[in-house]
T-cell receptor, first 111, second 115 residues
Framework: NAGVTQTPKFQVLKTGQSMTLQCAQD?????MYWYRQDPGMGLRLIYY???????DKGEVPNGYNVSRLNKREFSLRLESAAPSQTSVYFC??????????FGPGTRLTVT | AQSVTQLDSQVPVFEEAPVELRCNYS??????LFWYVQYPNQGLQLLLK??????LVESINGFEAEFNKSQTSFHLRKPSVHISDTAEYFC?????????????FGSGTRLQVQP
């Protein structure tokens, strides 16, 4: 039982490049989330998916898109990366019983 | 909307000393409360949670937190810290009765335990 997995662990992009962060969970959870973590700001919600086929914007959605491919997988896409998107990205999942389980994170640097 | 305030960004403490990490929240609706811990270069792990019942909740590694509704606080305490407790600690809330169960986090408190 791997829990929540994320790929890649590290990534360096140049401004304007695109990439997709992958997240998968094997706990049969309905809800999945993408957060970003910046120094001194805690974690902020980017997008949320309550169930397969649904997505909802969070606090900081600009510059990102998401896809809930199936119940297991929830990807985050940066279409044109900007230095302001340098951050650590965490995926999380929940069965709906409030407790969220987090992945190990993706550290992204945009130069 | 909810907001969470962690007043101390860093708390240095000597090993075996007591520690309190402060958390206050603001919300127009009732919330569930959580403390998460992040060890260096790792993801977040749930430390403890308050859902209902006794306002004092405990973790398996000696931390405890008390929900104080009148002061809208959920401070985290440990009577005697270890070097291994060095980590960043995040307080978070979720509204009880809405469908969108996304966490609102505080900015974090870095606990530095010194020998």
């Amino acid at each position: 039982n791997a829990g929540v997995t994320q790929t890649p662990k590290f990534q360096v992009l140049k401004t304007g490049q695109s990439m997709t962060l992958q997240c998968a969970q094997d706990m049969n959870h309905n809800s999945m989330y993408w957060y970003r973590q910046d120094p001194g700001m805690g974690l902020r919600l980017i997008y949320y998916s309550a169930s397969e086929g649904t997505t909802d914007k969070g606090e900081v959605p600009n510059g990102y898109n998401v896809s809930r491919l199936n119940k297991r997988e929830f990807s985050l896409r940066l279409e044109s990366a900007a230095p302001s998107q340098t951050s650590v990205y965490f995926c999380a999942s929940s069965s709906g019983h409030v407790e969220q389980y987090f992945g190990p994170g993706t550290r992204l640097t945009v130069t | 909307a909810q907001s969470v305030t962690q007043l101390d960004s860093q708390v240095p403490v000597f090993e075996e000393a007591p520690v309190e990490l402060r958390c206050n929240y603001s919300s127009s609706v009732s919330v569930y409360l959580f403390w998460y811990v992040q060890y260096p270069n790792q993801g977040l792990q749930l430390l403890l949670k308050y859902l209902s019942g006794s306002t004092l909740v405990e973790s398996i590694n000696g931390f405890e937190a008390e929900f104080n509704k009148s002061q809208t606080s959920f401070h985290l305490r440990k009577p005697s810290v270890h070097i291994s407790d060095t980590a960043e600690y995040f307080c978070a809330v979720i509204p009880r009765d809405t469908g969108r169960r996304a966490l609102t986090f505080g900015s974090g408190t870095r606990l530095q335990v010194q020998p």
